[in-house]
């Protein structure tokens, strides 16, 4: 397995991929930005397939079904946010708002789907996490980035034309006391610079 290290204020970073498959806040929030902008959704934008979230999908299934004979959908659930999200989008493209598009300014946009730590975390001790993402459209994916309580931001660059995740992460805090483990993702698409939408992972280092 192919590493890159990178060292900043007493934190290794080590990367390399591998095979997991998480779950995470962004395709979530995106199912819910792109009800929202077709009225089916009236809530906050949360990150969460909370009771109304998932209400709000079974009336846009209702609707597609109805309108569009031989149309099928999996009902709404976390573990479906993913497809609903490129789903939502491809089924009216003209009419969506495409709310992360929107919200990057951009023509292809990476969505993370989730950073998890796995195992205990120990002070100077080296612990496994694994940071998943995909993208959609023309995107460059540059560097996959992490940061302790949303500081002290360390990147790590991911090979060329590498498309989604996931990665595993093996990390070695310094220091004892609980964090918050931040990810997110840096890519390029149409000749800009663009910062996906981040995820996070608390962690209690012992």
């Not at 095979?19 to 934008?45: D, F, M, P, R």
């Not at 980035?145 to 790590?156: G, I, L, P, R, T």
């Not at 149409?190 to 012992?206: A, D, H, L, Q």
């Amino acid at each position: 397995m192919t590493k890159i290290v990178v060292v900043l204020s007493g934190c290794l970073l080590a990367v390399g991929m591998t095979g997991a498959v998480w779950a995470g806040q962004a395709e979530n929030s995106c199912v819910q930005g792109e009800l929202k902008a077709l009225g089916y959704y009236t809530g906050e934008i949360t990150g969460k397939i909370d009771p109304a979230t998932k209400a709000a999908g079974d009336a846009y299934v209702a609707y597609m079904t109805a309108a569009n004979p031989g149309w099928q959908q999996a009902l709404l659930s976390p573990n479906e946010a993913a497809m609903w999200c490129k789903q939502l989008v491809a089924d009216d493209p003209k009419k969506m708002s495409s709310f992360l598009e929107a919200a990057q300014g951009s023509a292809g946009l990476v969505l993370v789907r989730g950073l998890s730590v796995e195992g205990p975390t120990l002070a100077a001790q080296p612990y496994e996490a694994v940071f998943d993402f995909y993208s959609l459209g023309d995107v460059n994916i540059k560097a996959a980035c992490f940061a302790w309580n949303a500081k002290d931001d360390v990147c790590a660059p991911l090979p060329e034309g590498m498309k989604k995740g996931p990665i595993r992460i093996s990390l070695t805090t310094g220091r004892k006391g609980d964090y918050i483990l931040v990810g997110y993702v840096k890519y390029d698409s149409n000749g800009k610079k663009f910062v996906s939408p981040e995820t996070s992972f608390r962690i209690s280092v012992e």
